[in-house]
């Protein structure tokens, strides 16, 4: 069955702080991959996508992630986070032959002062 | 505001009730989705438009589940016979004709949902 994995359902940083969230799937065939955001209170944003060239993307507000096809992973990086950053992270991907999003259970990152 | 607008923003319901929510996309997406986000879940597919037509519906949406386009334009979600599990955030996405490459192509842009709580 298709799913998307995220490993982390609660992270705590510090400011300044590198992150990095994983994210893993199971599809067959080609895939679009994504990063959007929840900040509290507000509604999904995308940070990033993914769809070919390049497997290492960059998005909005300093985050970047990398697609490795070998370990089926899109995992979310930014070197230095920010109190800003407190929100809730979901990866998600579709399959080249479908429209649907899949989502996966979120990450919930809170970022210390 | 040119995003997607989705009202009532808060909904509660007696079991048993029907409700009935409504979605307005981007002006220029044709595609619509239909999303339902639980606690402590991701957003899980429901149901996709392209322009009036339903072209996929999840198997999570039962009989009492019935969403509708009717010009390509916005679209409402009725929920009949409300139960307590349908308590959730409902969310609606849209997104634009693809320009050229991948058909699935679709950044989706969600509006800010309307949270169902049946009591």
């Known amino acids: 069955a298709q799913s998307v994995s995220q490993h982390n359902h609660h992270v705590i940083l510090s400011e300044a702080a590198s992150l990095e969230l994983g994210c893993n799937y199971s599809?067959?065939?080609?895939?679009?991959l994504f990063w959007y955001v929840q900040y509290p209170g507000q509604h999904l944003q995308l940070l990033l996508k993914?769809?070919?060239?390049?497997?290492l993307v960059k998005g909005i507000k300093g985050f970047e992630a990398e697609f490795i096809k070998s370990k089926f992973s899109f995992n979310l990086r930014k070197p230095s986070v920010q109190w800003s950053d407190t929100a809730e992270y979901f990866c998600?991907?579709?399959?080249?032959?479908?429209?649907?999003?899949?989502f996966g259970k979120g990450t919930s990152l809170l970022v210390t002062p | 505001d040119t995003g997607v607008s989705q009202n009532p923003r808060h909904k509660i319901t007696k079991r048993g009730q029907n409700v009935t929510f409504r979605c307005d996309p981007i002006?220029?997406?044709?595609?619509l989705y239909w999303y339902r986000q639980t606690l402590g879940q991701g957003p899980e597919f429901l149901t996709y438009?392209?322009?009036?037509?339903?072209?996929?519906k999840s198997r999570l949406l039962s009989d009492r589940f019935s969403a509708e386009r009717p010009k390509g334009s916005f679209s409402t979600l009725e929920i009949q016979r409300t139960e307590q599990g349908d308590s959730a955030m409902y969310l609606c996405?849209?997104?634009?004709?693809?320009?050229?490459?991948?058909?699935?192509?679709?950044?989706?842009?969600f509006g800010p949902g309307t949270r169902l709580t049946v009591l």
């Open positions: 996405a849209s997104s634009p004709r693809p320009k050229g490459g991948r058909s699935s192509y679709n950044e989706q842009f």
């Open positions: 599809y067959g065939g080609t895939v679009n």
């Open positions: 993914y769809f070919s060239g390049d497997p």
């Open positions: 998600a991907v579709n399959s080249n032959s479908g429209y649907a999003l899949n």
């Open positions: 002006s220029e997406h044709n595609r």
């Open positions: 438009f392209q322009n009036e037509a339903q072209l996929e």
